[in-house]
């Protein structure tokens, strides 16, 4: 059995930003549940974001980078503050979405 992501470095960061690590089972995307919806949750996303503006499957990348940053900017319940964003909780910072305009 291969270890990855191992290390005093990694278990000092984990503590520093209040992480807890959680040891699954090789392929067992059942044990990581939240993990496998936030995933299939982006790739909706991107389907969605090139469905509607119709550039070749080549930005697949790309959409899936802007439903990313969408999602950091939307609230979700998974925080404990509901007036906080992911963005936020991630880097200290308020952000806007003034900035946003149509995908493609």
Known sequence: MKLEYVGPNLDLYLVKNGIKRKCTCAYTPQMNGIAERETRTLVNMARCLLLQSGPPMKFWAEAI??????????????????????????????????????FG
């Open 65 to 102: 980078n802007c439903a990313v940053y969408i999602r950091n900017r939307c609230p979700t319940s998974g925080l404990q503050d509901v007036n906080q964003i992911p963005f936020q909780k991630l880097f200290g910072k308020k952000t806007t979405v003034k900035h946003f305009q149509t």
